[in-house]
Nanobody
Framework: QVQLVESGGGLVQAGGSLRLSCTASGSSIDSINVMAWYRQAPGKERELVARIFDGGSTNYADFVKGRFTISRDNAKNTVYLQMNSLKPEDSAVYYC??????????????WGQGIQVTVSS
């Protein structure tokens, strides 16, 4: 079992910044391969925001390039999403997603509960 705890959401005015954090915990975790952030706005599909691999490579959705930065702290099993120059259209529920391997058997694909980000005009 893997538990994800997210923090850092809230309300901010357009042009402001927020930093989201997601920490994975579980005694059976052997390694974490991919950490990602998704978001879903009302009436829209869930979409990938950013992703970071165990080697450090990243990819971003076009709508956040140059504004958002994903990073990870492997010692803490934590992924961050630094969000700058926020726009009202960034308002959504943001979900952490982590894919990795258990110590003895199989892989895991875990999701956080989602945190609200609201950007006002």
């Amino acid at each position: 079992q893997v538990q994800l705890v997210e923090s850092g959401g809230g309300l901010v005015q357009a042009g402001g910044s927020l930093r989201l954090s997601c920490t994975a915990s579980g005694s059976s975790i052997d390694s974490i391969n991919v950490m990602a952030w998704y978001r879903q706005a009302p009436g829209k599909e869930r979409e990938l925001v950013a992703r970071i691999f165990d080697g450090g490579s990243t990819n971003y959705a076009d709508f956040v390039k140059g504004r958002f930065t994903i990073s990870r702290d492997n010692a803490k099993n934590t992924v961050y999403l630094q969000m700058n120059s926020l726009k009202p259209e960034d308002s959504a529920v943001y979900y952490c997603n982590i894919y990795g391997k258990f110590i003895f058997m199989g892989n895991f694909d875990s999701w956080g509960q989602g945190i609200q980000v609201t950007v006002s005009s």
